[in-house]
């Protein structure tokens, strides 16, 4: 029986957004610490601003080139896991993370051509139940040729993108870890098995996530999870909830500048 895949789209962006979830884009100047590196995560490209999650794919070169002119350079996903989670060497100063989720056909049909120019690694945090069965996701062969590139990691969001708050308040508390196990342990193994690798990390689907939860993607084979929490990650974060900045057209292009700028701790606000 093939399996429906549940439509992100537009209502997915409404609960980021009513999260309260600012989006980005442009020039960066200053300098990130070793110690805090900003993750961003996009979700769709296009030719125009066809809906808040989406970014013109020029606009996503143009931020690239400017990042290249401005010293900063994109580091793999899995060497900041490295240094956050087992203590590896910190990445260099400047250093930038590009994720994306969802798994939306732009990425082969927009990004691809991007990235291979560019020569960037990129994260994709995939939910499989839309991979060759949603009208709007890649499918398994456009995974297979990405990865096959060198340049993506592919990584988890849940087996299919659920609201883990509205399902808690749904569920009874047995079901609902039933329901928490499956979404994390089916995602993870249909990706192995269709792509090979071992899937480690995950992106909370909405950025939902609490403590309950955390431990559960431990138990999972988790080593990391990753939140929309607006500020850049740093070595003391917790390893299930380490932040990351959305991207879209709908930020005024000076916002995205602020990310790269040096943060105080609250020690020092």
Known sequence: MVEIAAPVGKACLAVLLALGVAQAGVAVPAEAPAAEIPILVYHR???????SGTLEAARFEAQLAEMERSGYHVIPLQQLVDHLVFHGQPPPPRSVVITIDDGHRSVYAKLLPVVLRHRIPVT????????SNASYALTWQQLAELRATGLFD???HTYWHPNFAREKRRLAPAAYLRFVDMQLARSKQILEQHLGGTVRLLAWPFGIHDSQLEERAGMA?????????RRRARSNDNPMAIPRFMVSDAMPRREFATIFRPQRSPRQQ
């Open 45 to 51: 490209f296009g030719r125009s601003a066809d809906g």
């Open 124 to 131: 994709l945090f995939i939910y499989p139940s839309a991979i």
């Open 154 to 156: 592919i990584q988890s």
């Open 221 to 229: 084979g988790y080593v990391a999870a990753f939140t929309i929490e």
